[in-house]
């Protein structure tokens, strides 16, 4: 079911939740979190589309904030919020309000989001695209308890991931970090098998490859050795190569859903190893909403006194 608000307010947006909501017949709230989407209009779908295949994991209130640009001098004065309400099939399994703001309330749309969010529940703000340069300072971003970026979707990906290492905030996380998961836990496998001292790392990886650098630094970290950049011809990152007293334990996947495992001693092995759809990163990052650690461990390439050194 959808609801469409032209020049309306967050009041009349509640009202038309509870309307969606007793329409379907379903008036009981069974959200568990809000999650608010800063986007601009080319891509809201992907991002929308995103957020309510990962609401099947964590149902939840969607808010899509879409900033409108003014084209004339007019549309700069005028301020408007005009709102689409989604419930029932058309917002997968929570809600989902879209939100278009016009003119200065552009420049307050936190004052919009906070009457719309869940009461005591956590609130999870995610930039698909480009993301404030301090988050966590962010007036949208200030509501949350995790802020979800992306360094993939920026012009200068590794020059903005300086920026997050100096701007970081617990609650911070990025999707490029969220993509190496499967990657750090082969890894961490191969090495629990291996039993072996790891003597030198390298690294394998696009140019200008944000997971790599990432990875590299988060191996970095907490194997403390030094790791290599290579640059490959395969997209993301392609291969890691751990060199041990007693052989290389390389992970190496150029292309496709599979890699290959190597481990000292032992023949290789075929491993899924695939690229995962935004809708998986996001459940992904949903299904714990406390402070990333090993997240600022990689921003910074080193680890703190009171962590293991182990992955």
């Known amino acids: 079911m959808k609801i469409d608000l032209t020049d309306t307010t967050a009041s009349k947006i509640n009202k038309a939740l509870v309307q969606g909501r007793r329409a379907i017949g379903t008036p009981a709230v069974g959200m568990v979190l809000t999650m608010v989407i800063v986007t601009d209009e080319e891509n809201a779908y992907d991002a929308i589309k995103a957020a309510e295949e990962a609401s099947h994991e964590h149902p939840s209130r969607t808010l899509v904030v879409i900033k409108r640009h003014a084209r004339t001098p007019r549309d700069r004065t005028q301020s408007r919020l005009d709102a689409e309400v989604r419930v029932g099939a058309d917002a997968g399994t929570g809600e989902t309000v879209v939100l278009r703001t016009y003119g200065e309330v552009s420049e307050h749309a936190d004052s919009v989001v906070l009457p719309l969010l869940l009461p005591d529940a956590p609130v999870v703000v ?186």
């Open 126 to 311: 995610w930039w698909p695209m480009e993301a404030p340069e301090v988050p966590s300072k962010d007036p949208l971003g200030a509501l949350a308890q995790r802020r979800i970026t992306d360094l993939y979707a920026v012009e200068n990906p590794l020059e903005m991931l300086e920026t997050r290492v100096r701007s970081y905030a617990p609650g911070d996380t990025d999707l490029a970090w969220t993509r190496l998961t499967p990657w750090r836990s082969m890894l961490a496998a191969a090495l629990d098998q291996a039993r072996a001292k790891v003597i030198v790392g390298g690294r394998g990886g696009r140019g200008r490859e944000p997971g790599a650098e990432l990875l590299a630094r988060w191996l970095e970290a907490r194997l403390h050795v030094r790791v290599d950049r290579v640059v490959t011809a395969g997209p993301v990152v392609t291969a890691v190569r751990l060199g041990t007293e007693s052989g290389e334990i390389v992970i190496d996947r150029p292309e496709g859903p599979l890699a290959t495992l190597t481990l000292p001693g032992q023949p290789s092995r075929t491993l899924a190893l695939k690229v995962r759809a935004t809708s998986e990163l996001i459940a992904e990052e949903l299904r714990r909403l406390d402070a990333d650690e090993m997240y600022a461990i990689a921003l910074n390439g080193e680890a703190t006194e009171e962590t293991p050194a182990h992955v």
